[in-house]
């Protein structure tokens, strides 16, 4: 069974950064690509940006700059890095891992910026 958990998010005051995690789990995650997505309270979810199976990267032209998306096959895991966060940031965040073998997603994990 497939599942994706996503970690490390929290309360983060303007300027800090957070780190957060995808594990996944019951898959071959080399195989897969995996994306970063939000979602904002009242908003449409967004896509941040994809990792794939080449560690190859493309990011939102808003996010370009301030976040980073790496992975670790050997730990089935992928990390969204965030920067200089701000107010506007604050979302919940989810991550999807897919390929012509399917596709899933996370529950997601709430990051807020706040002072």
């Known amino acids: 069974q497939v599942q994706l958990v996503e970690s490390g998010g929290g309360l983060a005051q303007p300027g800090a950064s957070l780190k957060l995690s995808c594990a996944a789990s019951g898959m071959t995650y080399s195989n897969y690509a995996m994306a970063w997505y939000r979602q904002a309270p009242g908003k449409q979810r967004d896509w941040v940006g994809t990792i794939f199976t080449t560690c190859n990267t493309n990011y939102a032209n808003s996010m370009k700059g301030r976040f980073t998306i790496s992975r670790e096959n050997a730990k089935n895991t992928a990390y969204l890095q965030m920067n200089s966060l701000k107010v506007e940031d604050t979302a919940l965040y989810s991550c999807?891992?897919?390929?012509?073998?399917?596709?899933?997603w996370g529950q997601g994990t709430q990051v807020t910026v706040s002072s």
């Open positions: 999807k891992v897919f390929s012509n073998m399917g596709t899933y």
